[in-house]
């Protein structure tokens, strides 16, 4: 039986509520699925772990728990938890996700940036940035980050999960000049 505070009314239709369907949905897709609804705003990790905490006992909760847990810096890829998780072994701290930055009087939202230092790590993957348009719109968007003074560091997502010792030694070297 599916608890009440799962259910919504959906034009009449009685369904599971958008928390309730991602956690059906992480056996099969595993974290992918979690970033996809945080990315779309469909659901927030709160609702996530509500739904959880309402649904005990069900197979596969023990890994619903852990990408939950995984999820708690709201990556919208695994490309950046893989990246969040690097960042926290390294006990790099002091970076917030998916915030909105100002620079000259425009508003971006950068994948990773450490506030204090201004620094902007930016992890791009082929799935989200094929193509001409998204390439000159990304270059557009580093330069006038940069011309505001923030460094932007640009990480291909296969570079950061291929060699992340070297991920890590750029990203510490930006924030030591940083501060």
């Given at each position: 039986?599916?608890?009440?505070?799962?259910?919504?009314?959906?034009?009449?239709?009685?369904?599971?509520?958008?928390?309730?369907?991602?956690?059906?949905?992480?056996?099969?897709?595993?974290?992918?699925?979690?970033?996809?609804?945080l990315r779309r705003r469909a659901v927030r990790l709160p609702d996530l772990?509500?739904?959880?905490?309402?649904?005990?006992?069900?197979?596969?909760?023990?890994?619903r728990s852990t990408?939950?847990?995984?999820?708690?810096?709201?990556?919208?890829?695994?490309?950046?938890?893989?990246?969040?998780?690097?960042?926290?072994?390294?006990?790099?701290?002091g970076w917030r996700t998916n915030h909105r930055v100002v620079a000259n009087g425009m508003q971006f939202v950068v994948d990773i940036v450490f506030l204090r230092q201004r620094v902007i790590i930016e992890i791009d993957g082929w799935k989200f940035h094929r193509g001409r348009d998204a390439f000159t719109q990304d270059r557009w968007r580093f330069a006038r980050l940069a011309a505001a003074g923030w460094t932007v560091l640009p990480f291909a997502a296969t570079a950061v999960e291929d060699d992340?010792?070297?991920f890590l030694e750029v990203v510490r070297t930006a924030l030591s000049r940083a501060r």
């Open positions: 039986m599916i608890p009440q505070d799962l259910v919504v009314d959906a034009e009449g239709l009685r369904v599971a509520s958008p928390a309730l369907s991602i956690l059906d949905l992480i056996p099969s897709l595993g974290g992918m699925v979690i970033d996809e609804g772990q509500h739904a959880l905490a309402l649904t005990p006992g069900r197979a596969h909760n023990r890994l990408l939950l847990h995984d999820s708690r810096d709201e990556p919208w890829s695994e490309a950046e938890r893989s990246t969040h998780r690097l960042l926290r072994a390294a006990k790099l701290d992340p010792d070297h």
